[in-house]
């Protein structure tokens, strides 16, 4: 199995979703409807519902950004500091 493929399946697996590999070298017609959806010839080839991924180093460097856990359905675990002018709110932030 190639590398990336097993770093992209370490990482769904690491985010605790389900997903569904199809192994396109041992089955020619799926190799050729990923070939067509993506546009690529290269695998892994990752979609998440009809969204197009890319490869697992478009899904390693989407994640960094922050834009893989919304795309799973994944809540964020990271607490963000919020500054404001409210009531509450320091206008020079935490101490």
Known sequence: MCPYCVRAKALLQAKGVEFEEIRVDLDRDRMV???QRSGRRTV??????????????????LDARGGLDPLLGLESTLEVPAYGHG????EDGPT
């Open 87 to 90: 009531p509450d709110a320091s």
């Open 33 to 35: 409807e990923m070939m």
């Open 44 to 61: 892994p080839q990752i979609f998440i519902g009809d969204v197009h991924v890319g490869g697992y180093d478009d899904m390693a460097a």
